[in-house]
């Protein structure tokens, strides 16, 4: 009787390495894409965020984003205006930074699905943590600025961006249905 081929025990780390890879060099990408802005730049980064949170799942999306902040804290040049992560784990930019993997790790959790009702829910979701991404900024900058001028330079400018982000996002989704299985 002849003998089935079967895949290995254990499964190659490959595939997981390079596809984290990809999502750090994403995310990098898009911290470089930015308006200029003071005191906190408006950048891709939290699309990027929200999109590697949904496509690898809660646990390797907020993994590959904090490979990419543990990338920045050891000197890369992968944020913003090419800013070190000590530098930027510590300065205005510091709320949003530190939300990033939980609202990764959050995305994970959206609708899969490749239905209308699931890109409903997703965008819905993608507002929502985008909201959780402004509250963390504000948070960490009323602490540096006070809340009024917080609220006016950390969050007020970047509603409408969200918005636009959080629609791309879930665009891009719909536009690549995952397969299924």
């Not at 990809?22 to 699309?47: F, N, R």
């Not at 959050?106 to 943590?129: E, I, N, T, V």
């Not at 509250?135 to 809340?147: D, K, V």
Request: glycine share 12%.
């Amino acid at each position: 009787m002849k003998q089935a081929l079967t895949r290995p025990a254990t499964p190659s780390l490959l595939r997981p390495l390079l596809i984290g890879l990809a999502g750090v060099a994403a995310l990098t990408a898009s911290s470089h894409i930015s308006v200029p802005m003071y005191p906190v730049p408006m950048t891709m980064q939290t699309m990027v965020v929200l999109m590697v949170g949904a496509i690898l799942g809660p646990r390797a999306g907020a993994a590959t984003v904090l490979a990419w902040l543990a990338l920045s804290f050891t000197g890369a040049p992968v944020l913003s205006g090419g800013k070190p992560g000590l530098m930027a784990l510590t300065g205005p930019t510091a709320g949003y930074l530190l939300s990033f993997p939980l609202v990764a790790f959050a995305a994970g959790y959206l609708p899969k699905a490749d239905k209308l009702s699931a890109h409903g829910a997703r965008l819905a979701g993608f507002l929502g943590l985008h909201a959780v991404i402004l509250f963390a900024g504000w948070s960490w900058l009323s602490a540096l600025t006070g809340p009024e001028v917080a609220f006016a330079t950390g969050v007020a400018p970047f509603l409408v961006g969200a918005l636009i982000k959080s629609g791309l996002a879930a665009a891009l989704l719909a536009a690549f249905p995952r397969k299924a299985g």
